[in-house]
């Protein structure tokens, strides 16, 4: 089964610097990708979708893909405290999601 | 908008016993999943199922069972906890393609 390597695996930025994060997926199964937001103890919401190479932006959060390389990226513009939770990557293909293990981002004022 | 409940938000279970986790959505997906959460594990999927009356095994089915009796329902079943089942646990809908939607989760303790 895919596989996905996502780093790092903590991460903490001064509010309004650049949070970057980064997926590896093992092979080219999924063809869909996304990114999710937890907030502790609480589900998760999806932040950004990207389905072909190149960027998606969504407010803040921008999505970068390059299928060649099978990496995914998240940056996170301004990131706020309240942006301070669990950061997860998945890909999608024939129903099934494969999950990062995430990044905790903390945002420091 | 899109509206995934769990329930109990939180049980403990003694080792044997049986378990059952509760998952509601109105969203009108065919597709439910079940996933548990560990630490350095992320994400782990047990069952997921494409409509009513289907349950398919995911990658980590061994020592559970699902049930979908209904577009709206699905449940995730423990006949003997154990507690290696010490977890939490996620349930989502969607439809193919398009973004999952969880519900908050439910944190199950196997003493």
């Known amino acids: 089964q895919q596989k996905v390597q996502q780093s790092p695996e903590s991460l903490t930025v001064s509010e309004g610097a650049m949070a970057s994060l980064n997926c590896t997926f093992s092979?080219?199964?999924?063809?869909?990708f996304r990114w999710y937001r937890q907030h502790s103890a609480k589900g998760l919401e999806v932040l950004v979708s990207i389905f072909s190479d190149g960027e998606k932006e969504e407010g803040r959060f921008t999505a970068h893909l390059n299928r060649a390389n099978l990496h995914v990226s998240l940056h996170i513009r301004e990131p706020q405290p309240s942006d301070s939770a669990v950061y997860l990557c998945a890909g999608t293909g024939n129903y099934k999601y494969v999950f990062g293990a995430g990044t905790r981002l903390k945002v420091i004022a | 908008e899109a509206a995934v409940t769990q329930s109990p938000r939180n049980k403990v279970a003694v080792t044997g016993g049986k378990v059952t986790l509760s998952c509601n959505q109105t969203?009108?997906?065919?597709?439910m999943y079940w996933y548990r959460q560990d630490t350095g594990h992320g994400l782990r999927l047990i069952h997921y199922?494409?409509?009513?009356?289907?349950?398919e095994k995911g990658d980590i089915p061994d020592g559970y069972k699902a049930s979908r009796p209904s577009q709206e329902n699905f449940s995730l079943i423990l006949e003997l906890a154990t507690p290696s089942q010490t977890s939490v646990y996620f349930c989502?809908?969607?439809?193919?393609?398009?973004?999952?939607?969880f519900g908050a989760g439910t944190r199950l303790s196997v003493l």
């Open positions: 199922s494409y409509g009513a009356g289907s349950t």
């Open positions: 989502a809908s969607g439809d193919e393609g398009a973004p999952l939607y």
């Open positions: 969203n009108n997906h065919n597709n």
């Open positions: 092979d080219g199964t999924s063809n869909n």
